[in-house]
Structure formats: C-alpha cells, structure tokens
C-alpha cells in the first residue's frame, strides 16, 4: 500500500533584504536534513521600484547552485564567465557555481511587480570545486502540464509525476536528481503527485490556501513533509505552490555568507581565493 505525505513541519518565511536592498522573504534550511539537497528559498514579491531596483551587485559563491524563476519581471544575469542572459516572465536561469562564480542579477525593468524566486541547492562535495556553469531558459522552454482537474503544472527541473503523466522539464543536469515545479490553481483544483520514497519534498504556498494531505497551508508558509509514495494538493481558492523535491546529500554543510562548503577551513579557503582574485581567474 502506497504511503501519503503528511506535513511534517511548517516553517514561515520572514522578511529580510539582500543585495542592493532587494526585499525578500526567506526560509533557510541550512542545517535542516529534512531540507537537503535544498538550502535556502528566497521570495522577492513587490509592485514598489524601490524594493528592488538596487537588485543584486556582483557578488561571489562557491559550493552551490542557484535556480531562479521569475513569475512577474526582467532582469539581466552577467558573470565573470563573460555568460550574459535574461531573465523574464516565466522564464528560469540556473548556475553551479563549483569552484567559484562571480555574477550579478540587475534590474532591467524600471517600474511594475515584481515576484519571482531564488532557491539555493547543495553541491556534493565531488562537485563542489567543478567549473562554474550557466544556462537561462525562457518561458516557452519551461514545460507545462493542462488538465481540467488539476491546472496548470509547469515543471522547471526534473521529472515529476502527475497520475500516469511523466513531465520533464528543461533542467535535467543537476548534481543531484530533483524537481522543481510550479503550481498554478484555481478554486477546487486538485493535483496528485507521485513521489521517490526517499526525496525530501516541500511545498512553499505563495499564492492562495492549499489543503496538503489533511493539513491546510496559507500564503507565504513552506511545509516540509514526511516520507511517502506520493502527496495531494486541493486549492481553496486561487493558489500558486512551488514545489521542491530532491535526493538528500548526507555531507556536512557549512556555510558563510555566499559559500557552502563541507568545512570551516573550505570556507577560509574560498575566502582567501575570492580576496586574492583567484575567482577571476577561472
């Protein structure tokens, strides 16, 4: 018999500011086991040019990869690498950066909302010291699943499966296997997702309020939830869920500001590196 996903946990995101003044709100998970492989989730939501106009000024990280998906806005991604892309409406950019990666995230709109996400995700420690990489998708690249009962699912990494419905979304190359996917509801929608036993899931609402097993979850909450073959989602009302599900990276994490390494010395390490213009050079 198949086991139901429960929510194990419910954690709120709190509001903070990052960057050039950009106001976020964050649910960390640094040294949370039932986060892993993810770190960190960002949500940066706001109809005010001065929230985030200052956006996001060169800035280094070592030992993690970044993936980013703009519901509402357009920004520029540049790095040390000489990678240029943009980031627009629907669209999502993912980086690892490995060894090292300076970049920088700029607002190329001057007025309007914005509302997007950042989430951070561990690199094992084999790929924690790789070459950096870079890769944009746009919004017609990101895949989407339609159907009457459940809405409109679009899936950003991974494979996730809806019933019998495998979907594939344009990130496959990660360096643990995961799914990352949004979901978009309306008032009765329901959605059933099958599940690896052994992933961790979360689902972050950022829209609306959303029954998750027999649990309800409100705008602006992330759920971590307990093991099991797969998860349901009825919408209350106009809902919006991200979804995170990835295999678990048993390694020590430390992490200091823009790096996540394994120690406290890798940690010094990337320090002296970063300040002695060792990141330039790769």
Known sequence: ?????????????????????????????????N???FLMLDEFKSDQKADYIGGFPPHPHRGIETLTYMLNGHFQHQDHMGNVGELRSG???????GRGVIHSEMPIMTEGQLHGFQIWINQPTSQKMAPAQYHDFQPETITEYHSQEAGLLRVL???????NQRVTGPLTKTGVKLSVADWQATPGSQLEIVTPNHFNVM????K???????KVLEQGELALL???????????DMSGVLLLMGQPIDEPVVHYGPFVM??????????????????EQY
Do not use: H
């Not at 669209?91 to 950066?97: E, F, H, I, L, V």
């Not at 990494?157 to 019933?163: I, L, R, Y």
């Open 1 to 33: 018999m198949l086991t139901q996903r429960e929510i194990k946990q419910i954690i709120p995101a709190q509001p903070t500011s990052d960057g050039g003044g950009v106001k976020i709100s964050r649910v960390a998970g640094f040294n949370n086991a």
């Open 157 to 163: 990494a991974g494979d996730v499966t809806c019933g």
């Open 262 to 279: 394994n120690s406290f010395s890798e940690i010094e390490q990337a320090i002296r590196d970063y300040n002695s213009g060792v990141f």
């Open 226 to 236: 307990s093991k099991g073959e797969f998860l349901t989602l009825k919408a209350n």
């Open 203 to 206: 689902a972050f609402i950022y």
């Open 91 to 97: 669209g999502a950019q993912w980086m690892a950066a």
């Open 35 to 37: 986060f892993s492989p």
């Open 208 to 214: 609306g309020n959303v029954q998750l097993g027999s």
